[in-house]
């Protein structure tokens, strides 16, 4: 019924096509942030991220649906780690890379993952078989399809897929008002604490500064862009984002970019960039030179729940893991994650292994539940 098409850029689906399929979702599967990636050699070939994008057309040469997916030579950057699967089978003598893997790179945002024309019959089941038959066609160890919606994981569930979960910790706005009225839902205790921290953040003298579309020059991405790299060296050596990516961000979708920064008298020293569509704000990179009291938390936590409040947004999402959020007002969400492995015995071993972890991830949910700081 569909034909399938397989593109090594993206730029080969039109980005009008691209996100007439995207519908409404968050601004990290849009054409415009998978095609940055691309033209500022943040992924391909080189990086190990090498992209083979999917595109599916009706007879009529209509794209009925497209696949944001990459042929990787390693497991970085994923955010949800494989690596003692990969080390399994190479010990027995399996060759794991190359993978097939369906997500945002870098971006551990939670969002459709098979994007389907809201007028078509293209269901999940069927895009799941094409990535089946092209791992098979091509001999892969498995297919990886990482931070994808519940649905597309129950369906690929009942399709034979492996389902994994995960845990992160969102913040979700109850109609407040202000940051004072978030803080008088919460306890006493907590609401003392944060203040605490809010008060010594401030106490310090920076200058803080919301930044969104044209207000944000070349000059705060250059200094962003050192504070990248420095907590890219100190958290896991190497920077996946080239200089260039923010650029083409800020030339293609600056609209739905807020960086919120601090300023020492004029001296840029802190930085945290998040993304936005019409309910949520998407933290995801935050760097920083020197040290000062509670900085990490005024910028991530707390001026992105100021920005949420102020321009109406639902939901703010803080990146992954982060058991510190609970106590400063974000509560544990599930997170999704479906993967197909070829070879029988690596699937049962794995499978095993995911039935104790959602086990784990479910005891962990009702415990981090439990410490919610809200009345």
Request: glycine content about 8%; charged content about 20%; aromatic content about 12%.
């Amino acid at each position: 019924m569909f034909s399938l098409k397989q593109h090594d850029r993206i730029t080969d689906i039109s980005a009008i096509h691209w996100d007439a399929c995207t519908g409404d979702a968050n601004p990290f599967i849009r054409h415009a942030f998978l095609s940055a990636l691309e033209a500022s050699g943040s992924v391909g070939l080189e990086t190990g991220w090498a992209p083979h994008h999917l595109s599916f057309h009706s007879k009529e040469g209509r794209v009925e649906g497209v696949v944001p997916l990459y042929i990787k030579s390693h497991s970085y950057g994923e955010y949800v780690f494989d690596h003692g699967w990969a080390e399994a089978f190479e010990s027995v003598g399996g060759s794991y890379y190359p993978k097939l893997q369906v997500c945002v790179p870098f971006s551990p945002i939670q969002g459709p993952r098979f994007l389907r024309h809201p007028q078509s019959s293209l269901s999940i089941k069927d895009m799941g078989e094409a990535l089946q038959k092209i791992m098979v066609k091509n001999q892969m160890s498995s297919t990886h399809i990482t931070f994808c919606t519940q649905e597309e994981w129950e369906q690929l569930g009942q399709s034979g897929w492996l389902q994994r979960t995960g845990i992160q910790f969102h913040w979700h706005n109850d109609g407040y008002k202000n940051f004072d009225g978030f803080l008088g839902n919460l306890t006493s205790s907590h609401r003392k604490s944060i203040r605490r921290e809010r008060r010594d953040a401030n106490a310090a003298g920076l200058i803080f500064h919301t930044l969104c579309g044209d207000e944000i020059k070349v000059h705060h991405w250059d200094a962003f862009y050192r504070f990248y790299l420095n907590t890219s060296d100190r958290k896991w050596g190497e920077a996946y984002l080239t200089r260039e990516f923010f650029s083409h961000l800020s030339e293609t979708i600056g609209d739905k970019i807020v960086l919120i920064m601090a300023f020492d008298d004029t001296t840029p020293i802190a930085g945290a960039l998040n993304l936005r569509d019409d309910d949520t704000l998407y933290g995801r990179n935050w760097g920083c030179i020197g040290k000062w009291p509670f900085l990490h938390f005024e910028l991530c936590y707390y001026r992105a729940i100021d920005f949420a409040i102020e321009h109406g947004l639902k939901h703010v999402e803080a990146g992954a893991q982060g058991e510190h959020k609970i106590q400063r007002g974000y509560l544990p969400q599930l997170t999704y994650s479906a993967h197909l492995l070829a070879h029988h015995g690596l699937t049962k071993a794995v499978d095993r292994f995911l039935d104790e972890e959602r086990k784990i991830i479910d005891a962990n949910m009702r415990h981090f539940s439990s410490f919610s700081p809200l009345r």
